[in-house]
């Protein structure tokens, strides 16, 4: 008996939570589509007709755009790098005996234990020394860089739950170790290549830290950074619509994704956290 | 097959190594050679001060507000974010024994995911919006449920600045652990529960003595991944706050002073000592965090 009263106290609760989680987001894409002088007058009213200038002008003044496009280059850069490193440097740990294999792997993942912030100053004059602060390839280095300890623990695991015999056929087939690696073992592992790919895609793609810091040059600003820069200076503070619509710009790719391939960005993001 | 195996290894890991060790390994150990030196960036000028750094850190106004903001983070976001999590999690997983889960089940954890996915940067700039004293969410909502007098410039009063970041963290953690902690319920045996039932247990003593100890495992680790959250908060308190760090360092977290030491008054010698500390602070916070739940788990088992 007591359990029907209290259910459709439980499902209000439910209900609440996604309410709260909602709402901000519902609000920032209708803010976006309103007048500042709509904006100013209520946060509930719904915008006369909608205005989706301040989309166009988010895009092109604000830069958004080109923010979009510079995270593009610098995300896609460093996951394909790091996935590439990062899964054969697993595979060698994984599958082949070496002096140092241990010592090695420990090195690497114990990346994993370190905050950033631990690394900035010194990043910051490595990366200074390199000639590379503000440019696509050095962002494009340290992103993979940093992303590389998880990837290798991760697909690490990974290549040793592969049976064996079916590289060794490959190798009696007179397969090379490269080819082995690249024709028949990387295939195996595409269930935890997608993953770890995911995985570093949203960690990559959110990154706000390491660009804060790099990547001085406001042409080459990525999304993150852009949006926050926009926010702080005083300029834009004028324009409420316009900060609204770049803020629903920034979020929408990663929406669409999500709506798109939910289950597995889910699942691919809970694996990554018990592993 | 062994032909070639040392070329290949070589070859393979010559590449990851190289980037690993110039910008992750290096950077680590300068750090704390750094942390011992003056270093103001201009080289031939770092000058050895043996601990100077860090006992300037304990009369630093700035470093100490930072450090009591990331303790009461650090009581506050994990505690509050496992709770609601386990909380929404047992009620979506309810009921399993006759269907999967509570109706509408699966759009609650599609929803509830969907912060995970944003950006601290957007996190920050949305919620500085939700705050904004006249035309934002937060007082908006308040107004209309004719709690006007609740409403106030959030992120302007030393009280609430700190709640207001404090908020945003949860808000943006709660619906990952929800999925996190709702599939390893799901792994619980089907005929454990059933007995749990048939024994009359009601909802609140199975949850104790049956949910809790299976997904004891999974707290445990969401404890150490939302303790590290709650150790930096940077880009929320860098974008969302007046100052930032303000007002009267209401909001300063570790992260904010160091960034500010080092790359606002060039006090890199001095910046590298903070992320030192912040680095034992973290060694010994995993370390007491896995002890102390993993007592908790023989107690309650």
Known sequence: MRRHATEPLLHLALLAWAALVTLPLAWAVLSSLKTDAEIFASPWTIPGQLHWENWARAWQEASIGRYLLNTLIVVGGALALVMLLGSLTAYCLARYEFPGNRLVYYALVAGMLFPVFLALVPLFFVVDRLGMLGTYHGLILVYAAYALPFTVFFLHAFFRSLPTAVAEAAFLDGCSHASAFFKVMLPMARPGMVSVGIFNFLGLWNQYLLPLVLNPDPDRYVLAQGLAALAVSQGYRSDFSGLFAGLVIAILPVLVAYVLFQRQIRSGLTAGAVR | ?301
């Not at chain 2, 190594?17 to 300068?30: E, R």
């Not at chain 2, 994990?78 to 309810?94: D, G, S, Y």
């Open chain 2, 1 to 301: 097959m062994r032909h070639g195996r040392t070329r290949f290894l070589i070859g393979a890991l010559t590449a990851p190594l190289l980037l690993y060790g110039v910008f992750v390994a290096s950077p680590y150990v300068q750090a704390f050679y750094l942390a011992f030196t003056d270093w103001n960036g201009l080289s031939g000028q770092a000058r050895n001060v043996g601990f100077d750094n860090f006992t300037s850190l304990w009369s630093d106004t700035a470093f100490l507000a930072a450090l009591r903001n990331n303790g009461l983070m650090l009581l506050v976001v994990p505690v509050a974010t496992i709770a609601l999590a386990l909380f929404f999690a047992a009620m979506l997983t309810m009921g399993r024994a006759a269907t999967s889960g509570v109706r509408g089940s699966g759009v609650y954890r599609i929803v509830y995911f969907f912060p995970q996915l944003l950006s601290v940067a957007i996190l920050g700039v949305l919620f500085q919006f939700v705050y904004t004293p006249k035309n934002g969410l937060l007082n908006g909502v308040l107004e209309a449920l004719g709690l006007g007098g609740l409403a106030r410039a959030w992120l302007a009063e030393p009280a609430w600045a700190l709640p207001a970041v404090i908020a945003v963290m949860i808000w943006a953690a709660v619906g990952f652990y929800v999925v996190l902690f709702a599939a390893a319920m799901e792994s619980i045996p089907r005929d454990v529960l059933e007995a749990a039932r048939l024994d009359g247990a009601g909802r609140a003593a199975t949850f104790r003595r049956i949910t809790l100890p299976f997904v004891w495992d999974t707290v445990q680790v969401a404890y150490v991944y939302l303790g590290i959250l709650a150790l930096d908060g940077f880009a929320l308190v860098q974008i969302m706050t007046v100052g930032p760090g303000g007002p009267d360092n209401a909001t300063e977290v570790i992260g904010l002073t160091l960034y500010r030491s080092a790359f606002t008054y060039g006090e890199f010698g001095y910046a590298s000592a903070m992320g030192v500390t912040l680095f034992f602070i973290t060694l010994a916070l995993t370390a007491l965090a896995l002890r102390a739940t993993r007592r908790e788990r023989v107690e309650s088992a």
